[in-house]
């Protein structure tokens, strides 16, 4: 009797902490945004913001704006997910095989998931700099190519910092893929030797299908926190440089709302945001069929 | 890798890797030896020829570095503790455990990285404002755990699949409690991702910008990344001190990921691969 109530009780009494933390400090502004992107909160309306309804939303989607800067994102995440998963996961091939110092390597290119995001952003920056600037220094006393406008180009602008973001994100991913290598037991490629298969085979068949459960949850996190990611983006371009050419969705809200105070406004455009991100995961986890392994 | 070529590709591919990865970190470091008239320099050299340690001693001894490097280690290992001891319980919980509301709440932690931080800064400082905890560290660690949280519920969640269940089941017939089952059996296999779980709830504290901003004021109480804004703010004449203090606070992380990252590739189980 006593063990049966432990066994009812123990559950909930481990979750409650985890519980209160995450409704205070996540639930409730969710809800509060949610309210105040049906307000009229700004510089002007601070302490006497009223319920103007859907006037935010109608205006975000009838503006020009929206659009440009989502299509911004759209490739701000695809490439970085893109670079992501392939430098991740054809390094750590390489490192799951036999390498010389496989664990040199293996540490030092985990450095850049080590350094502060803020501090590698605004290295990056300088590096970009078009006179004194690593990037094109090396262009042009190594390489003998022409130095690159970075920031006075609005294309350029946007490829420093995706580069910068590359750079970042790709050590993570190449962590997840490594342990999901090694945990695919050797038997089966040699079963799939013997069944003649190339290296291209073995690649399609036995590597690739045991590293999708690993990798698909690590493809969601990274596409959430890459769409979602403002510092790289804000620091590199220093705050949307050419001319407000270079934002995303996020660094595009936290302008309307701490530059111009229109925090109504951008509580509207980050509900929108977050109901992409909503529908692309659940999208996402469908068609690969992660759910219910995973929820098991 | 048969062939001898694929294998000397192999390693030639990764050495050129390698040293672009690291390169942007060896150039931090050189900034920071420069000596104050040489900020702008097009030699590419890495270590300046009249390299000097100046820079470091004046972010230690003329600005508030060591109150920075406190104040960011209290906040850090608050995290860190609390991050842990939440993660490690609610993750075996959703490993374990059946129970009414457990999807919803998987999806909720999922859900909750979903929205763009930088909006849930408004509201958090109305909230901290309400509980009064705005400008403490208290206020700052709790924001923390709670961002850190569902990537660390994850992890530990996706680790505990892999350990068979029968041997707590085992531990319960000799008549362990739930608690002393999970304390003194599965805790200790889970080892690599508990070490995920602190490295990744360190970190979230240790370099986070944006959210102290708005809770921290008072310049006392400013954390490492708002003492290192402060330099860069001034970037004219700065820059050095500036490369400094990021060398200093990237050290001991640097250190972390240096000594443990054995670890990371076992205890990265998001997915919660089953033998």
């Known amino acids: 009797m006593r063990a049966s109530t432990e066994k009812k009780l123990f559950p909930y009494v481990l979750l409650l902490p985890t519980i209160i933390v995450m409704v205070t400090v996540v639930a409730y502004p969710l809800v509060y945004n949610f309210v105040l992107s049906f307000k009229n909160m700004s510089m002007y309306h601070y302490y006497d913001a009223n319920f103007v309804g859907f006037r935010h939303y109608s205006s975000i989607f009838t503006e020009r704006e929206l659009y440009w800067v989502f299509g911004k994102t759209l490739i701000w995440t695809v490439a970085n997910l893109f670079f992501h998963v392939a430098l991740g996961v054809g390094i750590a091939m390489l490192l799951n095989g036999r390498i010389v110092g496989g664990g040199v390597f293996r540490s030092l290119l985990i450095l850049p998931w080590a350094v502060p995001q803020y501090i590698c952003a605004l290295t990056w920056r300088g590096m970009f700099n078009h006179e004194y600037g690593a990037v094109n220094l090396i262009l042009k006393n190594v390489l003998h190519l022409a130095p690159i406008p970075w920031f006075s180009d609005a294309t350029w602008a946007f490829v420093a910092p995706i580069i910068t973001n590359v750079w970042l994100g790709f050590p993570f991913m190449m962590i997840v893929a490594l342990g999901g290598l090694q945990s695919i037991p050797h038997e089966l490629y040699e079963a799939a030797e013997l069944d003649g298969a190339g290296a291209l085979g073995k690649f399609r068949n036995v590597t690739l299908p045991l590293l999708k459960p690993v990798l698909a949850p690590a493809v969601v996190l990274g596409t959430v926190w890459t769409f979602n990611n403002m510092n790289v983006i804000w620091l590199v371009t220093g705050g949307g440089l050419p001319a407000d050419k270079t934002h995303i969705l996020v660094t595009y809200i936290y302008k309307a709302a701490f530059t111009y105070y229109r925090y109504s406004y951008a509580a509207a455009f980050s509900v929108i945001v977050f109901f992409l991100l909503l529908g692309f995961t659940f999208a996402f986890m469908r068609y690969f069929k992660i759910t219910e392994a995973v929820f098991e | ?275």
């Not at chain 2, 961002?147 to 660390?152: D, G, H, S």
């Open chain 2, 1 to 275: 890798m048969k062939g001898r070529g694929t294998r000397i590709l192999a390693h030639v591919f990764l050495v050129i890797v390698t040293l672009a990865t690291i390169y942007p970190i060896v150039q931090i470091v050189g900034i920071s030896l420069r000596p104050a008239d040489r900020l702008y320099s097009t030699s590419l050299r890495v270590i300046p020829e009249d390299a000097t340690g100046k820079a470091y001693h004046a972010v230690v001894f003329e600005k508030d570095f060591l109150l920075w490097l406190r104040n960011s280690t209290i906040v850090s290992a608050i995290v860190t503790l609390v991050g842990v001891a939440l993660a490690s319980t609610a993750g075996y919980v959703f490993s374990r455990f059946r129970f009414v509301a457990r999807r919803f709440g998987l999806y909720s932690l999922l859900i909750a990285q979903m929205f763009p931080a930088t909006m849930l800064l408004l509201p958090l400082y109305v909230l901290m404002k309400g509980l009064h905890l705005l400008d403490s560290m208290v206020g700052l660690a709790v924001a923390y755990v709670a961002t850190a949280l569902p990537f660390c519920v994850w992890t530990m969640k996706g680790y505990y699949d892999t350990i068979p269940k029968e041997l707590e089941e085992a531990a319960l017939i000799d008549g362990a409690s739930y608690w002393r089952a999970f304390r003194t059996v599965v805790l200790p296999l889970a080892a690599p991702a508990l070490a995920i779980t602190a490295i990744f709830s360190f970190m979230s504290a240790w370099s986070e910008f944006m959210v102290a901003r708005v809770i921290v004021s008072t310049r006392t109480l400013y954390t490492l990344p708002l003492g290192l804004e402060s330099l860069s703010s001034t970037f004219q004449t700065e820059w050095a001190n500036y490369a400094a203090g990021s060398v200093l606070v990237s050290l001991p992380v640097v250190l972390i990921f240096l000594f443990l990252n054995r670890y990371f590739v076992s205890g990265l189980t998001l997915g919660g691969v089953k033998q």
